[in-house]
């Protein structure tokens, strides 16, 4: 049997399984399951195979399907599994928290994920809440070599170099009636501003603990000079944020608060995204992440706006065109328009800045901007700002619409030597901030799109940048899933604890099909496409 047709083969089958009716767990045999996957393991020609795990992993599923079905019976099945079939089990985790279940059995050896345990199988279980995770090395082959899934799906090597730095969580921003900082006197419970350091707290600890650990290189930050911010904003304007500072703190704009801490952090945001964007340019890697905070492409060159200070991404754009990028393409998904970097590149045709978001329109002086699809670039820049807004409601099927219809063709139209993903989670269907329908799976695709985009365009150069996602809990999942396809993983290793939200489908994609008829009628760039 060819790898291919069994990884196709496999992957139907597991289809099938996840609609079918669970088995009772009271009358499932784990001997004979075990058994039996031993057969189906005999016959599968492992040698020379080009997805040495991946094939077995998804047989595995198939089999473990009605074997692992409840916590009562995991000992059982992990024994037999262990016996029969030589895989050797690295851990048992909660589905819904990835955290480790405790088994009272010494035949089960648990080890944390985090010590680079590729998550070769994650079982489709639905209701059972437990995933059973293999460590990636057969037993009877350990010493044969192989394919691993890692080199399987996303290539050899495949990492995502991430830059965080502690310190950013030092931006309090306070707490009141939503963002607005106010105490109206009439509740008993106030709660935090969306934009709080728990939410990027749990997006380190799901990269940390989650089932991408694996594929996750860590690297420190560092504040930026005041030199550098002043190749994409005033001096007027970092004068300004230098007086807030030393005066105790000021409202930006609203619901934007500049508190003591959040200067230095917002350095240290513009600073780290820096660092990741040098340690592309300098050919230490492949994909990396900005995972900062305050965000910042609401930032113009001489406005704050929408909880940003300071615009990152645009910093980045500009350090790549000083050295050497011909041409930088931006594709920023947070669910609100990504004004300030458009802004700060409105006028120029070696970047194009795509911007996928709610159509929400203009919010106030500080966010003069509308995200319409007129607003197309000036002078040398006429087309190369490309506004996608989105009707409320539009999930993950009118975004990957968007994406195919829109960004993919003009992406391939510019040919950037580099790629910046604005990343945003503010777009899922639970977000308090957005009123999109994004999924996991939608994230989960984008990512793929995205992978795609940088394989074929920039030589696999991408740097991803944190904005938006503000449901503490989901933003962190969908960043996962986000991380996943851009990685292109070949199994979903995380699956989905809440979806589940419906879209109008038929609304959205006629709302992108005007979008595109709009800039082929409008735009040179685009009359080709």
């Known amino acids: 049997m060819e790898s291919g047709k069994a990884l196709k083969e496999s992957s139907l089958l597991l289809k099938q399984m996840a609609k079918s009716p669970r088995p009772n767990p009271h009358v499932v045999n784990a001997k004979n399951a075990a058994e039996s996957l031993k057969s ?3 016959t599968n020609p492992w040698e020379g195979a080009d997805h040495l795990e991946i094939i077995p992993a998804a047989t595995v599923a198939s089999l473990l399907i009605g074997l692992v079905v409840c916590v009562e019976n995991i000992c059982e099945a992990v024994d037999e599994l262990a016996t029969v079939a030589n895989f050797v089990p690295s851990e ?3 589905r819904g928290t990835l955290q480790p279940i405790s088994v009272n059995d010494g035949s089960v050896h648990v080890i944390s994920v985090a010590e680079n345990v590729c998550p070769v199988f994650a079982s489709p279980l639905g209701h ?7 460590q990636k090395e057969v037993r009877s082959r350990e010493n044969e070599g192989g394919c691993s899934m890692a080199d399987a799906g996303a290539g050899a090597g495949a990492k995502i170099d991430v830059f965080w730095e502690e310190r950013m969580v030092k931006h309090d921003t306070g ?3 939503f963002d607005t900082g106010m105490d109206p006197g009439f509740l008993e419970v106030l709660e935090k ?6 939410r990027v707290r749990n997006m380190v600890s799901i990269l940390k603990r989650g089932p991408i650990s694996p594929y996750i290189s860590w690297n420190s930050g560092r504040p930026a000079l005041i030199s550098e911010l002043l190749s994409f904003h005033t001096t007027e304007y970092v004068n300004e944020l230098l007086e807030a500072d030393k005066g105790g703190g000021k409202e930006m704009c609203a619901g934007t608060f500049l508190n003591p801490g959040s200067w230095d952090a917002a350095l240290l945001a513009a600073g780290t995204t820096l660092s990741a964007m040098k340690h592309l340019l300098d050919g230490h890697g492949k994909i990396a992440y900005a995972l900062v905070r305050p965000p910042g492409h609401h930032a113009q060159p001489s406005q704050a706006d929408g909880y940003c200070f300071l615009n990152n991404a645009g910093l980045a754009v500009q350090l790549a065109l000083d050295s050497g990028c011909k041409k930088v393409a931006v594709i920023d998904i947070d669910v609100h328009y990504g004004n300030g970097t458009a802004e700060g590149f409105y006028r120029s045709n070696k970047v194009l800045t795509i911007s996928l978001h709610m159509n929400h329109g203009s919010w106030g002086p500080s966010h003069p901007q509308s995200g319409s699809v007129d607003e197309l670039g000036e002078g040398e820049g006429y087309g190369y700002n490309l506004n ?5 409601g539009t999930g993950d099927k009118g975004y990957i619409c968007a994406f195919n219809e829109l960004v993919v063709p003009s992406i391939q139209k ?9 990343a945003g989670q503010d777009s899922s269907a639970f977000d308090p901030n957005g009123r999109q329908c994004l999924t996991m ?3 989960r695709e984008i990512g793929r799109i995205i992978h795609n985009l940088a394989k074929s365009q920039s030589d696999g150069r991408l740097l991803i940048v944190q904005e938006g996602g503000y449901h503490i809990t989901y933003s962190a999942y969908c960043l996962h899933a986000t991380l996943e396809g851009v990685l292109n993983l070949p199994i979903t290793p995380l699956s989905d604890p809440i979806a589940g939200y419906p879209e109008d489908e038929t609304f959205s994609v006629k709302v992108i099909e005007a979008i595109k008829n709009y800039h082929k009628d409008k735009v040179p760039f685009w009359r080709n496409l």
């Open 92 to 94: 048992i985790l909660h």
């Open 388 to 392: 996608i807004p989105l009707p409320n």
């Open 441 to 443: 799976e939608g994230y």
């Open 175 to 177: 707490i009141g009636l």
């Open 193 to 198: 501003h969306p934009e709080n350091s728990d």
């Open 128 to 134: 059972t809440g437990v995933v059973l995770l293999l």
């Open 414 to 422: 510019f040919g950037p030597d580099m790629i910046i993903l604005v």
């Open 40 to 42: 189906v393991l005999r």
